[in-house]
T-cell receptor
Framework: SQQGEEDPQALSIQEGENATMNCSYKTSINNLQWYRQNSGRGLVHLILIRSNEREKHSGRLRVTLDTSKKSSSLLITASRAADTASYFCATDAGTYKYIFGTGTRLKVLA | GAGVSQSPSNKVTEKGKDVELRCDPI?????LYWYRQSLGQGLEFLIY????????KSGLPSDRFSAERTGGSVSTLTIQRTQQEDSAVYLC?????????????FGSGTRLTVV
């Protein structure tokens, strides 16, 4: 089944550094989304990028999409301890249904 | 309400018992989704409701799982004859499909433990 796979699985950085997470997927998509999850409970929507977009910004977040490589990246600049969370990409599987990847666990050390 | 509400937040049940999990989506959101997340894993799609259309049940892992959405609002996920492998966090989300850029709004989930 179509699924996003994030890498790395886990990432540990110092506060102030940039964090980059990658997502690869298998089949053509219309949209790709990134979510954050704190403490293993509800997810928070961060950003959606459409297949005809190559880059999108939201505050300290930058998302890129390369449809030829079927990959996306999420960059968090000037990371903070509060950014510690798991980050998931989600790709549309048609009709507004999204399939989530396995996530990247980010730890930002103060 | 202001967000997606799920109840109970935690449920411990004995193997073989039935459980019902409830999701109250954001008012006006036509789409409702159920996902399951096992410890340290990604989200597994279970079922999707959109308006009055037939639900997409393609993710339900077995016939012990069923879900309904009454009146286009509240949804109940029922697991019959629970097994230990059903232990997970069950997440509900809703969305306004005409504003896809807003993404899903998730509830805080129900942590189900089958003992």
């Amino acid at each position: 089944s179509q699924q996003g796979e994030e890498d790395p699985q886990a990432l540990s950085i110092q506060e102030g550094e940039n964090a980059t997470m990658n997502c690869s997927y298998k089949t053509s998509i219309n949209n790709l989304q990134w979510y954050r999850q704190n403490s293993g409970r509800g997810l928070v929507h961060l950003i959606l990028i459409r297949s005809n977009e190559r880059e999108k910004h939201s505050g300290r977040l930058r998302v890129t999409l390369d449809t030829s490589k079927k990959s996306s990246s999420l960059l968090i600049t000037a990371s903070r301890a509060a950014d510690t969370a798991s980050y998931f990409c989600a790709t549309d599987a048609g009709t507004y249904k999204y399939i989530f990847g396995t996530g990247t666990r980010l730890k930002v050390l103060a | 309400g202001a967000g997606v509400s799920q109840s109970p937040s935690n449920k411990v049940t004995e193997k073989g018992k039935d459980v019902e999990l409830r999701c109250d989506p954001i008012s006006g959101h036509t789409a409702l989704y159920w996902y399951r997340q096992s410890l340290g894993q990604g989200l597994e799609f279970l079922i999707y409701f959109q308006g009055n259309s037939a639900p997409d049940k393609s993710g339900l892992p077995s016939d012990r799982f069923s879900a309904e959405r009454t009146g286009g609002s509240v949804s109940t996920l029922t697991i019959q004859r629970t097994q230990q492998e059903d232990s997970a966090v069950y997440l509900c989300a809703s969305s306004l499909v005409s504003r896809q850029g807003d993404g899903y709004t998730f509830g805080s989930g129900t942590r189900l433990t089958v003992v």
